[in-house]
């Protein structure tokens, strides 16, 4: 059930309505909208009178949400999420752009990859220092080591860093180094770890299971918006289907349909989405014209060497054409992407 608050109530109003369903046993979630206070009351609600909320002092109005996913949803909150780290805004007129090589594989490779994508405009780097992968005589990632080079790297060249972290042991060693917790596909419905993600200190980046219906995708976000966790992304990076030309099928009109269903921000993966390099660009393009919130892409200056996902990840001169090609695309749908800079 939402409670919204009549605008510009006295906070005792407020304490009263939260202490009144606090003592019923039930979970409250405040937030604090441009006009209006909205509670969200969690917890079996079907016992709970709404006549009796909205006839409390200071209550505007009480509704049900009909939808299964609750704080995820339009119907809690109608307006855009949109939040900041550092100085760069998710969810807003700002079109944010992540990139850097799929693994971490030493020092130098994220210091030379990471000067390259900040020149052209990228925002935040990318790079899996704990990497999931289908077989476990494969590359598994630099681990904490590679966290600490991708940290001084992201720093060095004005980056904020996101990475994948792959198990609820892993967060707060992660949490140490990162802006951005990225949850992987195969991920998505590990559900002690996405709980565990409702008490990170860090925004969410969740990619979209690899055959994850959008409910599914939505309630995958509802674990760590009830845990207390607001900041979350969301991020299309392609399905599986029937056809195998493509590494998966890149669902572009799941872009504005979870836009529609949530406020929270929604971004796109086309190089895990298509999985070949020369279809990176058409596809990043496709995703900011549907209206995306931002891009990640993979990048790397010796693909053909890549530890894991040579054959998807850009040169660096490709992934300038991407920057200066979507930033006239963004603009066309009232969003700027980041002009390239001299670092
Ligand atoms: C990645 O970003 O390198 C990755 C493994 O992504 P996904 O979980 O979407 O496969
Ligand atoms: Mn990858």
Same mark, same amino acid.
């Given at each position: 059930?939402?409670?919204?608050?009549?605008?510009?109530?006295?906070?005792?109003?407020?304490?009263?309505?939260?202490?009144?369903?606090?003592?019923?046993?039930?979970?409250?979630?405040r937030?604090?909208?441009?006009?209006?206070?909205?509670?969200?009351?969690?917890?079996?609600?079907?016992?709970?009178?709404?006549?009796?909320?909205?006839?409390?002092?200071?209550?505007?109005?009480?509704?049900?949400?009909?939808?299964?996913?609750?704080?995820?949803?339009?119907?809690?909150? $109608?307006? +855009?999420? =949109?939040?900041? %780290?550092?100085?760069?805004?998710?969810?807003?007129?700002?079109? #944010?752009?992540?990139? *850097?090589?799929?693994?971490?594989? $030493?020092? +130098?490779? =994220?210091?030379? %990859?990471?000067?390259?994508?900040?020149?052209?405009?990228?925002? #935040?780097?990318r790079? *899996?220092?704990?990497?999931?992968?289908?077989?476990?005589?494969?590359?598994?990632?630099?681990?904490?080591?590679?966290?600490?080079?991708?940290?001084?790297?992201?720093?060095?060249?004005?980056?904020?860093?996101?990475?994948?972290?792959?198990?609820?042991?892993?967060?707060?060693?992660?949490?140490?180094?990162?802006?951005?917790?990225?949850?992987?596909?195969?991920?998505?419905?590990?559900?002690t770890?996405?709980?565990?993600?409702g008490?990170?200190?860090?925004?969410?980046?969740?990619?979209?299971?690899?055959?994850?219906?959008?409910?599914?995708?939505?309630?995958a976000?509802?674990?760590?918006?009830?845990?207390?966790?607001?900041?979350?992304?969301?991020?299309?990076?392609?399905?599986?289907?029937?056809?195998?030309?493509?590494?998966?099928t890149?669902?572009?009109?799941?872009?504005?349909?979870?836009?529609?269903?949530?406020?929270?921000?929604v971004?796109?993966?086309?190089?895990?989405?298509?999985?070949?390099?020369?279809?990176?660009?058409?596809?990043?393009?496709?995703?900011?014209?549907?209206?995306?919130?931002g891009?990640?892409?993979?990048?790397?200056?010796?693909?053909?060497?890549?530890?894991?996902?040579?054959?998807?990840?850009?040169?660096?001169?490709?992934?300038?054409?991407l920057?200066?090609?979507?930033?006239?695309?963004?603009?066309?749908?009232?969003?700027?992407?980041?002009?390239?800079?001299?670092?």
């Amino acid at each position: 059930m939402v409670i919204l608050m009549e605008k510009n109530t006295p906070e005792v109003n407020v304490e009263r309505v939260i202490e009144y369903l606090d003592k019923a046993g039930y979970d409250v979630h405040r937030s604090t909208g441009v006009e209006h206070i909205l509670l969200g009351v969690i917890g079996d609600t079907a016992r709970l009178d709404i006549r009796t909320m909205q006839l409390m002092d200071g209550v505007a109005d009480a509704y049900r949400i009909t939808a299964p996913y609750k704080l995820v949803s339009r119907e809690f909150k $109608s307006d +855009d999420t =949109i939040f900041k %780290i550092g100085d760069v805004t998710f969810g807003g007129d700002e079109t #944010v752009v992540m990139a *850097g090589p799929c693994s971490i594989e $030493s020092e +130098d490779q =994220i210091m030379r %990859i990471a000067e390259k994508v900040a020149r052209a405009g990228a925002r #935040v780097l990318r790079g *899996g220092a704990f990497k999931p992968r289908t077989s476990p005589y494969s590359f598994q990632g630099m681990g904490e080591e590679g966290l600490k080079y991708m940290r001084a790297a992201a720093d060095k060249f004005g980056l904020l860093m996101i990475t994948e972290v792959m198990d609820k042991d892993q967060i707060e060693l992660v949490e140490e180094y990162t802006d951005i917790i990225q949850v992987g596909a195969r991920n998505m419905q590990n559900f002690t770890f996405i709980r565990a993600l409702g008490k990170a200190r860090k925004p969410v980046f969740l990619k979209r299971g690899i055959s994850a219906t959008y409910k599914e995708w939505l309630m995958a976000a509802e674990y760590i918006l009830s845990g207390g966790n607001r900041n979350v992304i969301f991020c299309e990076r392609g399905i599986r289907t029937f056809e195998s030309y493509t590494r998966n099928t890149m669902d572009i009109g799941a872009i504005p349909v979870i836009q529609k269903l949530s406020h929270l921000p929604v971004f796109a993966d086309p190089s895990h989405g298509i999985g070949l390099r020369d279809k990176v660009l058409p596809m990043a393009r496709a995703a900011v014209a549907a209206g995306a919130h931002g891009l990640m892409i993979e990048v790397h200056d010796d693909p053909d060497h890549a530890f894991s996902d040579g054959a998807q990840s850009l040169y660096p001169e490709q992934f300038e054409e991407l920057m200066s090609q979507i930033r006239v695309i963004a603009e066309v749908i009232g969003r700027k992407v980041a002009e390239p800079v001299a670092v």
